[in-house]
C-alpha cells in the first residue's frame, strides 16, 4: 500500500513537472507568445527581425519564438503584478531581466567569478605544491573537474538550452562525485601514510 502511494506522489509530480509552470500555463501568455510569432516570425516579419537583431543576440542563440516569450513573460507579469499576486514562474524558472545576451546576468557572473577563483587557486597550488605530492594528481584533477563545471554553469545561466541545462546538471554531478572520491582517497593516503610511519618508528625501536 505504501509503495502504491508513493508511486502515485511520484507520477503526479512527474505530470505537474511535465504541464509546466504556473505562468507558461497561463492563456494570457500562450495567446500572446502566439500572436507575437505569427506577427513577428515569418516572412518578411521575419527577415526584418533578423535584420534589427543584434549580433550578439544572433551569435548567442537568440531566436524570434524566444524573444517573444521572453517579452511575453513579462506581460504576464505585469498583469500579475497589477491583480496583487505573487510573480510565478515560466518553464520551471523565476523571471528573470535580460541583459544584452545574458539570460540571468547575476548567475552568469557568480559562476563566472567562482571559475576564476577555481583557477586562481589551482595555478596557487601547482606553483606551491611539489608535482610529486601524493595527492598532486587528484587536487588538480579535481580543480579542472570544477572548472569545467562553473564554465557550463556560466554559459547555462548566459544561455538557457536543453543542451546547457544538462551540461550544467551533468556537470555539477561530477564534482559532487569528484569530493566523494577526493574524500576517500585522502581519508585512504592518511591512513597509509600514518601506518607507515607507525611501522618506520617500530622499525627504529627494534
Same mark, same amino acid.
Given at each position: 500500500?505504501?509503495?502504491?502511494?508513493?508511486?502515485?506522489?511520484? %507520477?503526479?509530480?512527474?505530470?505537474?513537472?511535465?504541464?509546466? $509552470?504556473?505562468?507558461?500555463?497561463?492563456?494570457?501568455?500562450?495567446?500572446?507568445?502566439?500572436?507575437?510569432?505569427?506577427?513577428?516570425?515569418?516572412?518578411?516579419?521575419?527577415?526584418?527581425?533578423?535584420?534589427?537583431q543584434p549580433i550578439y543576440m544572433s551569435l548567442a542563440?537568440?531566436?524570434?519564438?524566444?524573444?517573444?516569450?521572453?517579452?511575453?513573460?513579462?506581460?504576464?507579469?505585469? #498583469?500579475?503584478?497589477?491583480?496583487?499576486?505573487?510573480?510565478?514562474?515560466?518553464?520551471?524558472?523565476?523571471?528573470?531581466?535580460?541583459?544584452?545576451?545574458?539570460?540571468?546576468?547575476?548567475?552568469?557572473?557568480?559562476?563566472? %567569478?567562482?571559475?576564476?577563483?577555481?583557477?586562481?587557486?589551482?595555478?596557487?597550488?601547482?606553483?606551491?605544491?611539489?608535482?610529486?605530492?601524493?595527492?598532486?594528481?587528484?587536487?588538480?584533477?579535481?580543480?579542472?573537474?570544477?572548472?569545467?563545471?562553473?564554465?557550463?554553469?556560466?554559459?547555462?545561466?548566459?544561455?538557457?538550452?536543453?543542451?546547457?541545462?544538462?551540461?550544467?546538471?551533468?556537470?555539477?554531478?561530477?564534482?559532487?562525485?569528484?569530493?566523494?572520491? #577526493?574524500?576517500?582517497?585522502?581519508? #585512504?593516503?592518511?591512513? $597509509?601514510?600514518?601506518?607507515?610511519?607507525?611501522?618506520?618508528?617500530?622499525?627504529?625501536?627494534?
Amino acid at each position: 500500500m505504501a509503495g502504491r502511494t508513493a508511486r502515485l506522489v511520484l %507520477l503526479a509530480g512527474a505530470a505537474a513537472l511535465a504541464s509546466g $509552470s504556473q505562468g507558461d500555463r497561463e492563456p494570457v501568455y500562450r495567446d500572446c507568445v502566439l500572436q507575437c510569432e505569427e506577427r513577428n516570425c515569418s516572412g518578411g516579419a521575419l527577415k526584418h527581425f533578423r535584420s534589427r537583431q543584434p549580433i550578439y543576440m544572433s551569435l548567442a542563440g537568440w531566436t524570434c519564438r524566444d524573444d517573444c516569450k521572453y517579452e511575453c513573460m513579462w506581460v504576464t507579469v505585469g #498583469l500579475y503584478l497589477q491583480e496583487g499576486h505573487k510573480v510565478p514562474q515560466f518553464h520551471g524558472k523565476w523571471p528573470f531581466s535580460r541583459f544584452l545576451f545574458f539570460q540571468e546576468p547575476a548567475s552568469a557572473v557568480a559562476s563566472f %567569478l567562482n571559475g576564476l577563483a577555481s583557477l586562481v587557486m589551482l595555478c596557487r597550488y601547482r606553483t606551491s605544491v611539489p608535482a610529486s605530492s601524493p595527492m598532486y594528481p587528484t587536487c588538480v584533477t579535481f580543480a579542472w573537474v570544477s572548472l569545467n563545471a562553473w564554465f557550463w554553469s556560466t554559459v547555462f545561466h548566459t544561455r538557457d538550452t536543453d543542451l546547457t541545462e544538462k551540461m550544467d546538471y551533468f556537470c555539477a554531478s561530477t564534482v559532487i562525485l569528484h569530493s566523494i572520491y #577526493l574524500c576517500c582517497v585522502s581519508f #585512504l593516503e592518511d591512513d $597509509s601514510l600514518y601506518l607507515l610511519k607507525e611501522s618506520e618508528a617500530k622499525f627504529k625501536l627494534d
